[in-house]
């Protein structure tokens, strides 16, 4: 499914308010900080967005611990046929974290009416395929572009379409003035205990082995 061209001029998106206080758990490398952005130029669907010819950093998190995990750690598991296994050692250097915002956050709404109002579809921009990165990473720019200066997106998860998935942008959301790191949910390696009981009940969930 080719991913249409950014309509000009784009329509004003509608927008969602992530409310201060509202949690945003993500999983990321063991040598980031919870509240770290990540700040590859590797592409993914919204990214690279850049400013100014300088890569604007990212931080991806999700409402729901099996939204972040599925947009992570079973990203890439086939829905059906071979292959639907993960690698435990692969986990070693995956951790769980959770941050607040101290702010209310603008963020584009990429779901339910916002797509109406943008002219496309949830399956044209969220489950195209990685080879249509690059056509949705333009539309990535074209929102960060915009003249409301948004702090982000959030749309449905394609990997688990009950939970929202939210991108921040490093030049509108401060990782130290807007974002806490919750202290009542520290930081938890998905290789062991905890951690790893969570990846296990998703994993048995949708029947998924964890291999080693």
Known sequence: MRVPDVPNPLPDPLESIWSAGTAIIRC???????????????????RPV??????VSSLYGSDLVKGALSETVFHDVPVRGRGRRVQHKTLVTIIRSTVIPKRDLRLVRLHGSG?????ITHGELIESSSRQYPRTAAWGQALYDHAANYDGLVWRSRQFNDSYAVMLWGTRVDRFNDLDIDEQSPP???YAGPGYDEVQELAAEREITVVG
């Open 28 to 46: 990321h490398s063991v040598k980031m900080g919870a509240n770290e952005f990540n700040t590859s130029n590797a592409s993914r669907r919204f």
């Open 50 to 55: 850049t400013a100014n010819g300088v890569i």
């Open 115 to 119: 797509l109406g109002r943008l002219g």
């Open 188 to 190: 938890l390696s998905l």
